[in-house]
């Protein structure tokens, strides 16, 4: 296993490009394939891709506050300790993998946004804390660690299509009704791939990292860094509050952040209280982070600081999310997404289908990356077939959901953050996170297969 994840990764370095250009090739492929396929014209496509192209500027926001608000809590000085605790249990290479791992895995399935910005983090502070004890760790493999959590989070409580569906009011309400989360979410066949993938992945991960002195340390390369380069490390430094002027005190006043705090949490509470971090939603994320970042670093000064720096790190989410959003609008304008999903119904039988939706949905993610997106135009195909089958509703939204986030392994969309915030190349970590995707397939394959019969 090591000489093949070291290979794979040599591989993936070498040829796939940068996360830019992955979308861009991404685009044109798709375009060629809606050409071909469907009736559209190629002035007709440019236009379902133009129409297409601004329509994730409110999640392209909402993403870029996730990151922002993110790095800020986390590099709070409560947050910092914890997450320096937390990476000083790793003992070696093998136990720092495990950690960021299995760490990334658990956050990821309780929330989505968690899993992806702690479970970046904390494999740049594990990567940072075992370069400081001369413990040499292949750093592009603990960020492929820390990537794990959006390989299993459609099976978790914040899975957008199990969440939707168990929602008064959904779109295909009058098709299916309402599915509750015992259909979906905790159906044996999900936690069984769940507690699979926790053991597994950390396992498989470990089984590939590379001997001491082949192994690629944090801050050895250009494209490599922690949370920036420097002294500081990307951690933000205090300001001396001497000799400051009446309104640079408010910046530094604790009564002040303290009273946006008490404000925020009057609404967060009842929302926490009423909904649990099942019902929470990105907005609502973003909102809980904000408050924690501001009370944890107990001023405006030190939160600017902190924020500052994560907004360095969300240039390539602000600029990349609008060519996934043509390709979005190509894929549900052209007839694309029907075209492809009809030649899995096609050759599929009650017993082979969930399987066939489950690759049908790898496959849809490369092109449209966004997981609530992904069931608002793959949905109603597969809840037709679905009932045309004889399947069980859940079974096909938990098919859609469990292929929807296994092919993250190699879909450099959701991997931006992440490698914002680690600087590295989408080659750098992706040959290692396919080796997981393979093995997240097979595993869900098996037991929707099997399981869920």
Not at 430 to 440: E, K, N, P, Q
């Amino acid at each position: 296993m090591r000489r093949f994840g070291n290979a794979l990764a040599a591989f993936s370095t070498r040829w796939v490009p940068d996360a830019f250009v992955f979308a861009i090739i991404l685009s044109a492929l798709v375009f060629g394939m809606a050409l071909f396929l469907t009736e559209r014209t190629p002035i007709e496509l440019v236009g379902d891709w133009y129409g297409g192209f601004w329509n994730l500027l409110e999640f392209g926001m909402q993403m870029t506050l996730v990151l922002v608000t993110g790095y800020a809590l986390a590099s709070s000085p409560p947050a910092r300790r914890g997450i320096t605790w937390l990476a000083g249990r790793a003992k070696g290479p093998l136990s720092a993998v495990a950690i960021t791992a299995l760490g990334a895995a658990l956050l990821g399935i309780v929330h989505w946004g968690l899993g992806l910005i702690a479970g970046a983090l904390l494999a740049v502070e594990v990567a940072r804390s075992c370069k400081e004890r001369g413990i040499k760790v292949h750093f592009p493999l603990l960020a492929a660690s820390g990537y794990v959590g959006l390989m299993v989070w459609h099976s978790g409580l914040s899975g957008s299509a199990p969440l939707l569906v168990n929602t008064p009011g959904h779109f295909l309400e009058d098709e299916i009704g309402l599915i509750p989360l015992s259909e979906t979410i905790f159906q044996p066949f999900n936690l069984v791939f769940l507690v699979v993938m926790l053991i597994g992945a950390p396992l498989l991960l470990m089984s590939m990292t590379p001997k001491a002195d082949e192994s690629e340390e944090i801050g050895e390369t250009d494209d490599d860094g922690p949370l920036g380069g420097g002294p500081s490390g990307g951690r933000p430094t205090k300001t001396e509050p001497s000799a400051l002027s009446a309104a640079q005190r408010l910046m530094h006043s604790r009564i002040l952040v303290y009273a946006v705090v008490a404000f925020g949490l009057v609404h967060l509470l009842p929302a926490l209280l009423r909904d649990g971090i099942v019902g929470m939603d990105i907005n609502l994320l973003n909102f809980t982070f904000l408050m924690a970042g501001l009370g944890l670093h107990g001023t405006l000064a030190s939160y600017s600081t902190a924020a500052a720096e994560g907004a360095k790190n969300a240039s390539a989410v602000i600029i990349q999310f609008p060519f996934y959003a043509g390709i979005m609008g190509i894929m549900e304008s052209s007839g694309l997404l029907q075209v492809i999903t009809q030649w899995f119904i096609d050759f599929s039988t009650p017993f082979s289908y969930p399987f066939w939706a489950l690759i049908s949905a790898c496959l849809v993610n490369l092109a449209v990356p966004s997981g609530g997106g992904q069931w608002a135009v793959q949905g109603p195909v597969v809840m037709g077939a679905t009932e045309t089958l004889g399947i069980e509703p859940g079974v096909g939204v938990m098919a859609v959901a469990m292929g929807d986030q296994l092919t993250n392994g190699i879909q450099p969309f959701w991997a931006l953050p992440l490698l914002a915030l680690t600087r590295l190349r989408a080659g750098k970590i992706l040959g290692y996170s396919a080796v997981v995707m393979c093995f997240g397939i097979v595993v869900a394959s098996l037991c929707i297969t099997f399981l869920a019969a």
